[in-house]
T-cell receptor, first 118, second 113 residues
Framework: AQKVTQAQTEISVVEKEDVTLDCVYE???????LFWYKQPPSGELVFLIR??????QNEISGRYSWNFQKSTSSFNFTITASQVVDSAVYFC???????????????FGKGTLLTVNP | DAGVTQSPTHLIKTRGQQVTLRCSPK?????VSWYQQALGQGPQFIFQ???????QRGNFPDRFSGHQFPNYSSELNVNALLLGDSALYLC????????????FGPGTRLTVT
């Protein structure tokens, strides 16, 4: 069974600080996908980034970057120079690629509440 | 380009009642997935509809049922409501069954008293 663990329940930082959100996952599949979503107070989940299990190259996209390490089953997400508008709940999610390639249901962690103070 | 829309925004029901939630997918999308998000938790997958059929189901009882219409919109029905059904219900749409991008709606907040 799939499982996603976000050990950090809440994080509070001051604006312009860098912040890293941790995510550890469990899966038996060799092919899977990892995601980060942002949920502002409005409730709508906003897609941020996605990585697949066969590509461990870490990338930077604007103020976002991620560190994917299969050896430790971790998929950490970093926001550089945080801003007040980054305040939200951040979810890490896992999707397995079923045989036949269908049904990409998402398994979410419990989320990390990030508060960026001015 | 309209995104995923859900109605109603908020709903209050009494234990034992039945409720229907509605979702219209993003333009061009034909697959709808439903998730339940209890307070302080991550979303949990309920089921997914494609071509008007339930394609996959999460660990939810039969009290949770759904439907997809020819225009791809979808309904989530919950019978015999329990207090524990109080949650934010999120709808996500995508294209077919082989795409990873899912777009989420703002959700329906259901309160069962």
């Amino acid at each position: 069974a799939q499982k996603v663990t976000q050990a950090q329940t809440e994080i509070s930082v001051v604006e312009k600080e860098d912040v890293t959100l941790d995510c550890v996952y469990e899966t038996r599949d060799t092919t899977y996908y990892l995601f980060w979503y942002k949920q502002p107070p409005s409730g709508e989940l906003v897609f941020l980034i996605r990585r697949n299990s066969f590509d461990e190259q870490n990338e930077i996209s604007g103020r976002y970057s991620w560190n994917f390490q299969k050896s430790t089953s971790s998929f950490n997400f970093t926001i550089t120079a945080s801003q007040v508008v980054d305040s939200a709940v951040y979810f890490c999610a896992l999707s397995e690629a079923k045989s036949g390639g269908s049904n990409y249901k998402l398994t979410f962690g419990k989320g990390t509440l990030l508060t960026v103070n001015p | 380009d309209a995104g995923v829309t859900q109605s109603p925004t908020h709903l209050i029901k009494t234990r034992g009642q039945q409720v229907t939630l509605r979702c219209s997918p993003k333009s061009g999308h034909d697959t709808v997935s439903w998730y339940q998000q209890a307070l302080g938790q991550g979303p949990q997958f309920i089921f997914q509809y494609y071509e008007e059929e339930e394609r996959q189901r999460g660990n939810f009882p039969d009290r949770f049922s759904g439907h997809q219409f020819p225009n791809y919109s979808s309904e989530l029905n919950v019978n015999a409501l329990l207090l524990g059904d109080s949650a934010l219900y999120l709808c996500a749409s995508s294209i077919g069954l082989r795409t990873l991008e899912q777009y989420f709606g703002p959700g329906t907040r259901l309160t069962v008293t």
